[in-house]
């Protein structure tokens, strides 16, 4: 390019003073999106824990593990808002210059949408397969229970002496995996958090 072709308009500062808008944009999706995840998910198992409760109270503190599953999730974005906030620069002293560069804020805002939005979708999946799983294991336990008091003694397709716990099980790992979306993007949030670049002036 050459001399005379030279634009003030084109130069694109390192540290623009609208570059924190990012930061701060990227805190509040990783608290807001992974507790919107967690309220869901904690309102969807809860709502079929409720539900098998009424049939099966007895299980009821056994399937407690997807409501605090889906409670986790708040924490993780709570976590990656902490690490953003710390990141954060304020403006210079006397020139208030901003030392936050565009490549922190835009770094840091896929730090808060990874982790936002992988919450998101694991408390999306525990809430829906917690509110099917526990209604299901509700309703076995009560059939076998109908089918004790009517007198039958045989097998019964599985259902008399049937205790729930295979499908107890195929549960917790749905919820396990599930949870995991979210961990996964966690790890990713920490990852982003960690480029960082700051201008430097006097």
Not at 22 to 50: E, H
Not at 113 to 139: F, K, N, P, V, Y
Request: glycine share 14%; with cysteine.
């Amino acid at each position: 390019m050459a001399d005379n072709d030279y634009n003030e308009a084109n130069v694109s500062y390192p540290c623009a003073s609208w570059a924190p808008i990012l930061g701060f944009v990227g805190c509040t999706f990783a608290v807001v999106l992974s507790n919107i995840g967690g309220a869901y998910g904690t309102a969807k198992a809860g709502q079929g824990l409720m539900a098998m409760g009424i049939r099966s109270p007895h299980m009821l503190m056994k399937n407690i593990i997807p409501v605090v599953m889906a409670g986790v999730l708040g924490i993780y974005g709570l976590i990656v808002c902490v690490m953003l906030n710390g990141k954060m620069a304020k403006p210079a002293d006397g020139t208030r210059y901003t030392l936050y560069s565009q490549y922190s804020g835009f770094a840091h805002l896929a730090a808060g949408l990874c982790c936002g939005l992988c919450s998101l979708a694991s408390g999306l999946c525990i809430g829906i397969a917690a509110d099917a799983g526990t209604r299901a294991l509700g309703a076995q336990s009560a059939m076998a229970a109908s089918w004790k008091k009517m007198g039958f003694t045989g097998d019964s397709g599985g259902q008399v002496n049937s205790s729930g716990d295979s499908l107890f099980v195929g549960i917790v790992l749905i919820q396990v995996f599930a949870g995991n979306l979210a961990l996964y993007g966690l790890i990713a949030a920490l990852i982003l958090s960690q480029m960082d670049y700051y201008c430097e002036r006097e």
